[in-house]
């Protein structure tokens, strides 16, 4: 890589010359901080056009920077939308996604096999090569098991969970969720970390705020340029707010917590002003998916003008609150119409440190850079995709649609509903629609709420469609799916303490690392749900040295016994009739 990395700092270097600040000599590769908000909508910010106008912090920002309209990320869910970011690549491609489903969702639960592979390149690991040292505060949600440890993906530090704030749990068929620091679990969600669901208040935010500043902080007195990912998950029902924010929103609860956030990166953005580094720090803010409007009033956001939200390929799924801040770099003020991706901040940091993508595999992500500093626009598709399914692209101001879906009759009926007040006949559909041969194109420029799909006759029907069918054929031409790693879920790879043994166990409750050896673990053909008489042996040992994520120093080592894994999605009824049992403990 280290004559491709030359290459790429010598164009930085004519970019940065270019934008006016190159004729120094080599500059200092830029601190970079990531900022990543969860399920917070494009119509969040006072700066997108929210009428409270309640994030002040977030407006001067983009005043002061670039805002992008039109940022997407790369799955309407969580956890496949985070591994796209840090690997520049499609879930499709790094595995972030199921085949147990045509279109089916996927995310990291507990109780998940999979993980990040070890195959794929982390930008935390690659900036490595640029002397940063780097750090995530918040949510990992990029796999559970040891093996995928963010430390053991290019990270030096970490403050956070591996997964959201779900809960409270009982500790016994299911455990509260941990947090750690760095190798050692430092406790538990709803226990050392609380929230109270009645009134909104948890203290996490200025946790995660505390530990952004120190760690710059520290960067800076070591004078070594910093890579830092704060991904906090606040506006994540349930929506939380300390006690200074609770109450003082016209939006309710979820407005406390905005509210918070915004506070927050006022405080990150006036400490690189105090320590004089704003010139030499790229900070980006955005979100991993549309706000959960499942979750509304009380406990979702707004995406604005854009149909549906969190779990859908429609707009408000996948468009996302963007602005690049870069003082004496990025021309303050300005609107970017280039089509962005969270792939992209991959692609874009690996330019900023001088170093080139991996050039061994496809990487989705674009360099950002000429957008930011010559204004310059690149054509490039937008890809949505559900699970292993194409459900959409978009292509300049056009967007077809193959697949059209919400969620299912029985789950609507149930209450469940991602489109709330927003039917579209034929196109905000509860089964799974095929438009594979004559797709759905919306003009996004004129009907950015996808309402009113262009007319099958018309001559701009047909010339978006040639133009959007040659991408796709390119595409699917050229793509190997990555080994989905969302398959499997099998309960004994969750960090708890087995229900098994007693109910008074004798060991510490906050067990935290279980290594499962099934004949099916990994496999997607597991049966959905086995004879209570097959069981599959796991062993269980304790020891810090052996177990990082362990937060005891004691050994302690037991043959317990789990049922096989079983594809994800369907452990409610297979659980209900498959207890463990124990032979030896």
């Given at each position: 890589m280290a004559p491709v990395a030359a290459v790429t700092r010598w164009r930085l270097l004519l970019v940065l010359s270019a934008a006016g600040f190159g004729?120094?000599?080599?500059?200092?590769?830029?601190n970079i901080l990531l900022l990543l908000m969860d399920d917070m909508g494009w119509g969040d910010l006072g700066v997108y056009g929210e009428p409270s106008r309640e994030t002040p912090n977030l407006d001067r920002m983009a005043a002061e920077g670039m805002l992008f309209p039109n940022f997407y990320s790369a799955n309407p869910l969580c956890s496949p939308s985070r591994a796209a970011l840090l690997t520049g690549r499609l879930p499709i491609r790094n595995g972030f996604y199921t085949t147990n489903g045509h279109a089916r969702n996927a995310y990291t639960p507990q109780e998940i096999v999979g993980g990040i592979p070890d195959g794929e390149h982390l930008l935390p690991e690659l900036l490595k090569g640029a002397g940063y040292a780097s750090k995530i505060v918040g949510?990992?949600?990029?796999?559970?098991r040891p093996q995928f440890h963010?430390?053991?993906?290019?990270?030096?530090?970490?403050f956070g969970s591996p997964n959201c704030h779900f809960g409270p749990?009982?500790?016994?068929?299911?455990?509260?969720?941990?947090?750690?620091?760095?190798?050692?679990?430092?406790g538990r969600y709803y226990e050392e970390f609380p929230i109270n669901l009645q009134t909104g208040e948890a203290n996490l935010t200025q946790v995660y705020l505390q530990e952004a500043l120190d760690f710059m902080k520290r960067q800076q007195v070591a004078q070594?340029?910093?890579?830092?990912?704060?991904?906090?998950?606040?506006?994540?029902?349930?929506?939380?707010?300390?006690?200074?924010?609770?109450?003082?929103s016209r939006r309710g609860r979820y407005g406390d917590a905005v509210r918070e956030i915004d506070d927050s990166v006022g405080k990150i953005l006036s400490?690189?002003?105090?320590?004089?580094?704003?010139e030499n720090t790229f900070v980006f803010f955005t979100s991993d998916n549309g706000a959960a409007l499942i979750s509304a009033p009380k406990q979702g956001g707004s995406n604005g003008p854009f149909l549906c939200g969190k779990q859908t390929t429609f707009e408000g799924g996948m468009r996302e609150p963007a602005i690049a801040w870069w003082p004496g770099r990025?021309?303050?003020?300005?609107v970017s119409?280039?089509?962005?991706?969270?792939?992209?901040?991959?692609?874009?940091?690996?330019?900023?440190?001088?170093?080139?993508?991996?050039?061994?595999?496809?990487?989705?992500?674009?360099?950002?850079l000429p957008a930011m500093l010559r204004g310059q626009l690149t054509d490039r598709p937008i890809f949505y995709y559900r699970g292993n399914t194409l459900m959409a692209v978009t292509l300049g101001q056009y967007k077809a649609h193959f697949w059209t879906w919400t969620n299912s009759w029985e789950e609507f009926r149930q209450g469940i509903d991602f489109c709330p007040g927003q039917n579209v006949s034929g196109v905000t559909t509860h089964t799974q629609e095929e438009h594979t041969k004559l797709p759905l194109i919306f003009h996004l420029g004129r009907d950015p709420g996808e309402r009113y799909p262009l007319s099958f006759a018309s001559t701009e029907y047909l010339d978006a469609l040639r133009g959007v069918t040659l991408v796709v054929q390119q595409h699917q031409k050229t793509l190997v799916p990555g080994q989905p790693q969302l398959n499997v879920c099998n309960q004994a790879v969750m960090a708890w303490t087995p229900e098994a043994f007693c109910s008074a166990p004798p060991w510490p409750r906050s067990l935290a690392w279980a290594a499962c050896s099934s004949e099916n673990e990994g496999s997607s053909l597991a049966p959905p749900c086995l004879p209570p008489t097959r069981w599959s042996m796991a062993r269980l040992s304790w020891k810090s040295r052996e177990m990082p994520w362990s937060q005891d120093r004691r050994w302690l080592s037991w043959t317990i016994c789990w049922p096989l894994a079983e594809p994800c999605g369907r452990r409610v009824s297979c659980w209900a009739s498959c207890r463990p049992r124990c032979w030896s403990a």
């Open positions: 004729a120094m000599g080599t500059p200092k590769p830029p949510k990992w949600h990029l796999g559970h963010p430390l053991k993906h290019g990270f030096d530090e970490w749990y009982d500790n016994r068929a299911r455990p509260n969720i941990p947090v750690y620091r760095d190798w050692e679990m430092v070594r340029p910093f890579f830092l990912y704060w991904a906090i998950d606040g506006t994540h029902a349930p929506v939380y707010a300390s006690r200074p924010f609770l109450g003082t400490l690189l002003r105090d320590l004089r580094i704003t990025i021309p303050a003020g300005q119409h280039q089509l962005g991706s969270v792939m992209d901040l991959f692609t874009t940091s690996l330019a900023l440190a001088g170093l080139a993508p991996p050039s061994d595999r496809v990487i989705d992500g674009l360099d950002l």
